[in-house]
């Protein structure tokens, strides 16, 4: 009997050791590649230059209790642990977990904190060998491992490149961390990215959010380092991460120029949209006579018409879904980061949607990913092979 889609997590992680892409770095930047290391209290670690030793911590937890340090890609019998195996591995790991496809994301040394290396062309390469890794391990089953490719932060030009190139390798997403001239702002330039973007019909997503002053997150680089303290790790996720970056897109007439556009930015939540979008609407009103500033629409409606948004383990969002855009709302497992549902998603899912009707649970967890990311929703996919 063939299987079609039910369940669609938009937000997962390849959070893989570095054989599997480092064979595609040229030799002559190997040496410059990050570098793992083995600890002497287990696990391992991540040497990056520029930063101070990246430990595996709670983008390895795969359901697990979470732990900042001491966490290995590999199994106490040399198997590759949960979310750090293959393709073959990743799709039985949907099968366990109940769901059918996944949206993957970069690991987060590879999709951010490979940006400090000072070697322009040895980072240009990282970037390329991580998306010839990624087309390859997707062609395994393309319909149920939807990557987002890498775009590098060295300039427009290189950005422009990297998503043709990628195009001609068979994906179809991007991941941003960065806007495309590689600054934290919009530039004029930029408008090149995004119209390539339109005509490849390359999909534009981020994780929670893209650009900004800081090249390295202070919160990410917190965790990452495992000097993530209490008080931190209760409130990074009340934090609605994507406001700047809606406001600034906005405010620059980016979806004014281009109408189409759409971004999907993962695990943002959503319980926090009611309140947030009504201040960034009253704040425009008083203060678009003094700046001199007259938008074509709300902030909140350009947040509705040109966004998609990710929910994890977000069952309070669905409660007040009649003041949320829920049209533009998707579901992830964030597997195997430290907020995943893995291996309970299903159980998840039952009280994320409990007395949601079914056709709009049915818009979150299969059309809407479909619909953005390209997919066909009556299609069989591909079986996971023995």
Known sequence: MSRRYEIISADGHLEIPPDAWLRHVPSAYRDLAPRLVRLPEGGEAWIVEGLPLIHNGQNLAAGRPVKLKGVSYWNPDGSPGPGAGDARQRLREQDEDGIDAEVLYPPVFIGKLIETLSDKAAYLAMVRAYNDFLAEYCAAAPDRLIGTAVMPITGLADAVAELRRCRDLGLHATSLSMFPSGGGAP???????????????????????????????????????????????????TIPGPLTLIATMAAAGVFDRFPPLEIYLAETNAGWMPESFYMMDDSYRLFREWYGVSLAMRPSEYAARHFYFGIVRDPVALRMRDLLPVERLMWGSDFPHSVTSFPRSREWLATIFEGVPGELRRRLLVENPCRFFGLDADRAITPTPP
């Open 187 to 237: 530039k004029p330039e930029d408008d090149r990215f995004w119209e390539s973007a339109l005509a490849l019909d390359m999909k534009i997503a981020a994780h929670v959010s893209f650009g900004g002053r800081e090249k390295v997150n202070p919160l990410l680089l917190a965790s990452a380092t495992a000097n993530f303290d209490l008080v931190t790790a209760m409130v990074s996720r």
